[in-house]
């Protein structure tokens, strides 16, 4: 069992409210993800981070931001939540070898449901 | 353009049997296949990485083969047990990118009956 926590596991709001979606781990690992995944559906890339104060956008565009302020927390932040929004958003981690052999570690995901 | 696809898209069995999963690619170059197991509502969990120069990767009942030519893995399920059931999930990673871009599939779902 990866060391990669998720708060809150399940949410539901109103539009217009702002939400941060908590992600931490505890393996000292350098690079962090988000990915939104829709039922029955592929995992997408949303936002990553090679480590402390860098962030970038994945494929999917999404409104959200993160920051990475740690080296163990990652959060995401909807300024403006839209149903549109509802979605399960997971968080992960890996070590940061060289290109794509590593292997990333998911947290349990947070269930967004926007009314 | 990258791509995986698997099948069957669900699949239902009884406890004790035996299953495999199929998962085809197109990610070019290849660096790496993964399976990964999802359990309902929770992240996805590692069961084997295969790259380029492995066939088969075995982790207990879960075995997983790899043809690189055909660009074509199968995940093989024995002794199926009601634990098994959740979404198993091919993701393959080029070798493009210093970030090691992660494709993945939509994963087959499987429910394991007792």
């Known amino acids: 069992e990866a060391d990669i926590y998720q708060t809150p596991r399940y949410l539901v709001i109103g539009t217009g409210k702002k939400i941060t979606l908590e992600c931490s781990q505890t393996?000292?690992?350098?690079?962090m993800y988000w990915y939104q995944q829709d039922p029955g559906m592929e995992l997408h890339l949303i936002h990553y981070?090679?480590?402390?104060?860098?962030?970038e956008k994945g494929d999917l565009s999404s409104e959200s931001t993160v920051s990475r302020i740690r080296t163990e927390h990652f959060p995401l932040t909807l300024e403006s939540a839209r149903p549109s929004h509802t979605s399960q958003y997971l968080c992960a981690s890996s070590e940061g070898t060289s290109g794509g052999t590593d292997t990333q570690y998911f947290g349990p995901g947070t269930r967004l449901t926007v009314l | 353009k990258n791509q995986v696809e698997q099948s069957p898209q669900s699949l239902i069995i009884l406890e004790g049997k035996n299953c495999t999963l199929q998962?085809?690619?197109?990610?070019?170059?290849?660096?790496?296949l993964r399976w990964y197991k999802q359990d309902t509502g929770r992240g996805p969990v590692s069961l084997t990485i295969m790259t380029f120069s492995e066939n088969t990767k075995s982790n207990g009942r879960y075995t997983a083969t790899l043809d690189a030519d055909t660009k074509q893995s199968s995940l093989h399920i024995t002794a199926s047990q009601l634990s098994d059931s959740a979404s198993y999930i091919c993701v393959v990673s080029d070798r493009g990118s210093t970030l090691g871009r992660l494709y993945f599939g939509r994963g087959t779902q499987l429910t394991v009956w007792p």
């Open positions: 998962c085809n690619y197109t990610v070019s170059p290849f660096s790496n």
């Open positions: 981070s090679y480590g402390v104060n860098s962030t």
């Open positions: 393996m000292g690992h350098d690079k």
